[in-house]
T-cell receptor, first 114, second 112 residues
Framework: EPEVTQTPSHQVTQMGQEVILRCVPI?????FYWYRQILGQKVEFLVS????????KSEIFDDQFSVERPDGSNFTLKIRSTKLEDSAMYFC????????????FGDGTRLSIL | QKEVEQNSGPLSVPEGAIASLNCTYS??????FFWYRQYSGKSPELIMF????GDKEDGRFTAQLNKASQYVSLLIRDSQPSDSATYLC????????????FGRGTQLTVWP
């Protein structure tokens, strides 16, 4: 069964550094999403993306965040200057465009900011 | 702010019992509802989705939706220890790509 893949599985970074989290959505999916989950808290929406444009973003997704589809398969989330509170699990999700299809999640990247 | 509330749990049931997980949502216009299972430290895994009022069954899982009461539930029949996980209720927002609003989850433990 096709799946969303994310790399790396764990990223440790010094505060203030830039990080790029990578995702390969399911191949025939065109709607992409990033969510995050701080330890012990609920899953929170960050951003949705379609046709090389941000469709919607939450209040969390400030100027420190950006997303990009650099080629036909990858979808990336960049955090420019990381803060301690950015430590969380980051999940990429994708879904197809026909009808009302559910979102499928990748295994996540655990981001630890020191 | 669209809210999704789940019964707080934790919920503990014996093996073979029925586990009942509940969820309410605040946006009366919501149309699509999802149940995800999340094992500790892992990602959400889609279990069921439901769009119409009534019941939807898939194996040991039944999702129930009552839009008038803004209520969605998940029943797990013949619960197994492997069902022990946190169950997340998610409601799709009305935007074009439909962001998901998640509840905090209900932790289920099935003991042998």
């Amino acid at each position: 069964e096709p799946e969303v893949t994310q790399t790396p599985s764990h990223q440790v970074t010094q505060m203030g550094q830039e990080v790029i989290l990578r995702c390969v959505p399911i191949s025939n999916h065109l709607y992409f999403y990033w969510y995050r989950q701080i330890l012990g808290q609920k899953v929170e929406f960050l951003v949705s993306f379609y046709n090389n444009e941000i469709s919607e973003k939450s209040e969390i997704f400030d100027d420190q965040f950006s997303v990009e589809r650099p080629d036909g398969s990858n979808f990336t989330l960049k955090i420019r200057s990381t803060k301690l509170e950015d430590s969380a699990m980051y999940f990429c999700a994708s879904r197809g465009t026909k009808g009302d299809q559910p979102q499928h999640f990748g295994d996540g990247t655990r981001l630890s900011i020191l | 702010q669209k809210e999704v509330e789940q019964n707080s749990g934790p919920l503990s049931v014996p093996e073979g019992a029925i586990a009942s997980l509940n969820c309410t949502y605040s946006d009366r216009g919501s149309q699509s509802f999802f149940w995800y299972r999340q094992y500790s430290g892992k990602s959400p895994e889609l279990i069921m989705f439901i769009y119409s009022n009534g019941d939807k069954e898939d194996g040991r899982f039944t999702a129930q939706l009552n839009k008038a009461s803004q209520y969605v539930s998940l029943l797990i029949r013949d619960s197994q220890p492997s069902d022990s996980a946190t169950y997340l209720c998610a409601v799709k927002g009305g935007s074009t790509l439909g962001r998901l609003y998640f509840g905090r989850g209900t932790q289920l433990t099935v003991w042998p």
